[in-house]
T-cell receptor, first 113, second 112 residues
């Protein structure tokens, strides 16, 4: 079946612009996660949802970052007023529940110039 | 403070031999551990997991060992194959945490 998809795969934006990253989880998966991954490091937790409820947003770096999953399926991670330090790979994952393995998408490579 | 550490950034083994990848953790609350494999230009894929009530879990060529007293786990791949060449991430979580904490990965190269 279809895996987790993310769009766009690559995004180049100018500093100060807002960006929206989309995640399409595996159908039926309850949990959805957002991670950020720097080169040579493991995924770093940002936030996660069970259904449409945001359960934990403790990993969001500051209030420029927000996420939503309004219908319990597709999720959007929004970064406002982007800064160069926001450049990274942003990964989405979904899972059948909060205590199970996660299925990762291919990621969105964000570059802020 | 990194709660999950993979101290070896890289490992190289000969095809057919055993690969042993190590992972240490510091948070005593962690009770579920996972290994993910990642090929270039792809997202990590789940490989194998272990609950803290066990000290070993086996799936084909892959075995994960957990030593709770040492807060250490390891992934054994026997026999190693060139297709196993990838980055391996160790991850840990605890009941109802939702999120997983990842190590920085070990790049395994299996030479033919």
């Amino acid at each position: 079946g279809a895996g987790v998809s993310q769009s766009p795969r690559y995004k180049v934006t100018k500093r100060g612009q807002d960006v929206a990253l989309r995640c399409d989880p595996i159908s039926g998966h309850v949990s959805l996660y957002w991670y950020r991954q720097a080169l040579g490091q493991g995924p770093e937790f940002l936030t996660y949802f069970n259904y449409e409820a945001q359960q934990d947003k403790s990993g969001l770096p500051n209030d420029r970052f927000s996420a939503e999953r309004p219908e319990g399926s597709i999720s959007t991670l929004t970064i406002q007023r982007t800064e160069q330090r926001d450049s990274a790979m942003y990964r989405c994952a979904s899972g059948p529940g909060p205590d199970y393995e996660q299925y990762f998408g291919p990621g969105t490579r964000l570059t802020v110039t | 403070d990194q709660q999950v550490k993979q101290n070896s950034p890289s490992l190289s083994v000969q095809e057919g031999r055993i690969s042993i990848l190590n992972c240490d953790y510091t948070n005593s609350m962690f009770d579920y551990f996972l290994w993910y494999k990642k090929y270039p230009a792809e997202g990590p894929t789940f490989l194998i997991s272990i609950s803290s009530i066990k000290d070993k879990n086996e799936d084909g060529r892959f075995t994960v060992f957990l030593n709770k007293s040492a807060k250490h786990l390891s992934l054994h791949i026997v026999p190693s194959q060139p297709g196993d060449s990838a980055v391996y991430f160790c991850a840990a979580t605890y009941t109802n945490a939702g999120k997983s904490t990842f190590g920085d990965g070990t790049t395994l190269t299996v030479k033919p």
